[in-house]
């Protein structure tokens, strides 16, 4: 079973910073993907930012430029620098990890239980 932490969400005016962690611990014998997505009451949960084992990232087109997702493969954690942010970010944001606990386990999905973000003009 893998647990995650996530941490550093909170109250910004438009223009402020951010930056999110998500801490995997367990039974981990290695990490595939990780990402982050958010989720405003009423719409569907939306994929923010991707980033894979070998570190490329991919971003939404509506972050682009603003978000940067990194990893620590060392410590498990994922992290999401969140910049420019605008009111239309607002929303609680979600850490998701693809890792297996064995060589040869299989692929399991862990969710993080969400952190706030909200963006006042």
């Known amino acids: 079973q893998v647990q995650l932490a996530e941490s550093g969400g909170g109250s910004v005016q438009a223009g402020g910073s951010l930056r999110l962690s998500c801490a995997a611990s367990?039974?981990?014998?290695?990490?595939?993907?990780m990402d982050w997505s958010r989720q405003v009451p009423g719409k569907e949960r939306e994929l923010v930012a991707s980033?894979?084992?070998?570190?490329?990232?991919n971003y939404a087109n509506s972050v682009k430029g603003r978000f940067t997702i990194s990893r620590d493969s060392a410590k498990n954690t994922v992290y999401l620098q969140m910049n420019n942010l605008k009111p239309e970010d607002t929303a609680v944001y979600y850490c998701?990890?693809?890792?297996?606990?064995?060589?040869?386990?299989?692929?399991?999905?862990?969710w993080g239980q969400g952190t706030e973000v909200t963006v006042s003009s």
């Open positions: 980033i894979t084992a070998g570190g490329m990232p």
């Open positions: 367990g039974s981990i014998f290695s990490i595939d993907t």
């Open positions: 998701h990890v693809l890792s297996r606990s064995h060589l040869l386990g299989r692929w399991d999905d862990s």
